[in-house]
Nanobody
C-alpha cells in the first residue's frame, strides 16, 4: 500500500507565499516522478508542475517564475513553493506520483489540500 499525504495549504492574501509538502509512504521501490496538480472551483484539474526523477522539471505557464517544485528523495517528499500568490491560484492542490511498488507500477494521488488566496 502506498499513500501520498499533502500538507501546507491555507488562506493567504495576494502576494504572499505558501509551501506545500507531499510525503509518500508505503512499499516504495522507485519513484519515477512527483507532480502537483490543482483544481479550481468549476474547472478541470490541471497540471501545475512536474518533477520526473530523470528529467527536468516543467511548469504551467501560469505559475512559471512564481512556483518552484523540489524533492527530497531521501524522504520521498515533494514540495511546491508558491510565491507571489494570486487569487486565481485558489484551488485544491493535489500531489501525484508514479511509483514502482511491491505490487507493480502505480499512479497515486493525495487527498488534496486547499489553497485560498484573497485579494
Amino acid at each position: 500500500q502506498v499513500q501520498l499525504v499533502e500538507s501546507g495549504g491555507g488562506l493567504v492574501q495576494a502576494g504572499e507565499s505558501l509551501r506545500l509538502s507531499c510525503a509518500a509512504s508505503g512499499s516504495i521501490f522507485t519513484i519515477y516522478s512527483m507532480n502537483w496538480y490543482r483544481q479550481a472551483p468549476g474547472k478541470q484539474r490541471e497540471v501545475v508542475a512536474t518533477s520526473p526523477t530523470r528529467a527536468t522539471t516543467k511548469y504551467a505557464d501560469s505559475v512559471k517564475g512564481r512556483f518552484t517544485i523540489s524533492r527530497d528523495n531521501a524522504k520521498n517528499t515533494a514540495y511546491l513553493q508558491m510565491n507571489s500568490l494570486k487569487p486565481e491560484d485558489t484551488a485544491v492542490y493535489y500531489c501525484n506520483a508514479a511509483i514502482e511498488t511491491g505490487l507493480g507500477y502505480l499512479e497515486v494521488w493525495g487527498q488534496g489540500t486547499l489553497v485560498t488566496v484573497s485579494s
